[in-house]
């Protein structure tokens, strides 16, 4: 081999050594890397593993808070509605302090009224209601509205209906039941009360005639004007006091009381009588009476 040769061989030589060497670097490079990225890659997933259950927990958590809030939410709801039925509770109770007892209470021979008895304001009637214009008659002064209104509303469908008799006081009532009796004896028990027991001397109660049978009522029972009254007088929250075969007093279509709007419709729906119901059933409606 020529001295050319040799060198070309060495060159080769250091060629390969260096290519070893570099390759070697090269790989221990990577074999690092891959290692770090390995190690990277188990950081990432024990850190994701972490923040998942970190997430489970916080999921948990607010789904606790959310059933502790719907929970505290019911709570307050159920108050709400305690609340809201005390004080209903509290404005009846407030309204029945306000409002008269004796307003619904049945008399005719069961309860009552004392000779010191009058509602505490009476209110006249229009002279043009009147059967007798030259009369002062008067009522409740909280029910004479509902009568008016009464009134008018059977004018616009053309009936005339005139009041011949309303609030009568306790001496009032003494005074006619005893010219009764003197024409008619015992049997004025059938038709008039005694003091005391009258529905007129709460102010509530009016008779009504018309001017064709004027004030012997004869035959009101037969004309659109009682008719009239029987199907609309509970909108106004009257009502019949005494129909055929009540145990109280002899049929009087003309006498009409009023029992407030609520208690009316009721009686009319179910086709009853106000003397039908026990008292108890008839106090419930006390409180609204006026509405």
């Known amino acids: 081999m020529g001295r050319t040769g040799i060198l070309v061989s060495a060159l080769l030589g250091i060629l390969v050594l260096a290519g070893a060497i ?68 509290v404005g ?25 008895y009058s509602p505490p304001a009476l209110s006249p009637i229009p002279d043009e209601y009147l059967y007798q214009k030259d009369r002062i008659l008067t009522l409740h002064k909280s029910v004479e509205p509902h009568l008016e209104d009464m009134l008018s509303a059977a004018k616009e469908d053309g009936i005339t209906l005139q009041i011949i008799s309303a609030y009568r006081s306790f001496d009032t009532q003494e005074a006619l039941k005893n010219n009764y009796r003197v024409t008619y004896g015992s049997g004025a028990n059938a038709f008039s009360a005694d003091q005391g027991y009258s529905e007129h001397q709460l102010g509530t109660t009016v008779d009504i005639t018309t001017p064709e049978v004027g004030a012997t009522f004869s035959g009101f029972d037969t004309t659109d004007a009682y008719k009239w009254l029987t199907e609309n007088a509970w909108r106004y929250g009257f009502v019949l006091s005494y129909p055929k ?19 009316a419709r009721d009686l009319h729906r179910e086709e009853k009588y106000f003397y039908d119901l026990d008292q108890r059933e008839i106090d419930e409606y006390l409180a609204d009476i006026f509405d």
């Open 245 to 263: 075969n009540n145990a109280y007093y002899q049929y009087e279509p003309w006498h009409w009381r009023f029992v407030g709007e609520e208690l």
């Open 92 to 116: 009846v109770l407030e309204k029945l302090a306000k409002t008269d007892p004796e307003l619904l209470a049945k008399y005719s021979k069961v309860f009552f009224l004392n000779e010191n």
């Open 22 to 89: 570099g390759g070697a670097y090269l790989y221990s490079r990577l074999s690092a890397s891959l290692a770090d990225t390995e190690t990277s890659l188990q950081a990432s997933e024990e850190q994701s593993a972490r923040l998942s259950g970190e997430l489970k927990e916080a999921k948990d958590y607010i789904a606790r808070l959310e059933t502790a809030l719907s929970s505290e939410r019911n709570k307050n709801s159920v108050f709400e509605n305690q609340i809201s039925k005390i004080s209903g509770t």
